[in-house]
């Protein structure tokens, strides 16, 4: 199954590490990211997965709940979490989801087979509050993702939820921001009474609302 931009993200109901989870239980009318591993006891992601448990704070801020997946069972996730806290000084404070069956993989496409018939891919998915599907990232097992790039995207699709901006490249919070172009001139003065820089009709530059 494809699942792209602005698709209904699938429900599942899986093992994980704090017991069977149905996803659309667990979401809630929360954010979520849901991200997949490759394998458990692999470096790259034990490093992933110490990192997003010490993150995880401020996902809780944006109101976001964070799913770790793996295609392993549960006895190898509940000791493979013990090498995590030893190893990254962060305990798994998380669901990770036992995909033994490929379930969850099979209904996001996360085995990709000309990359490897049987491992998943390293997998992001933010869904929104309404399960609607905002980012997809895929990362090959080689490389670690970087979940403060993931935070700084939920921090942008927030914004631009509430606000008619977009955000500029490597906009961070807090940042220049740029008014959407199908708003005129004439509700934009409405809307950001301070004005804005106008680079180009359609480049405006004005403060963060909000910020
Ligand atoms: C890792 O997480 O380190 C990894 C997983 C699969 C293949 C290569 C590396």
Redesign the pocket.
Known sequence: MTIRLGDIAPDFTQDSTDGKINFYDYAGDSWVILFSH??DF????TTELGYMAGLKPEFDKRGVKVLGLSVDGLGDHEKWADDIKQTQGNSLNFPLVADHDKTVAGLYDMIHPNANDT?TVRSVFVIDGNKKVRLILTYP??TGRNFDEILRVVDSLQLTDKHKVATPVNWQDGGKCIIVPALSNDDAKKLFPGGWDEQRPYLRVVDQPGA
């Open positions: 490759p394998k692999t470096p790259v992601c491992l097992a080689s």
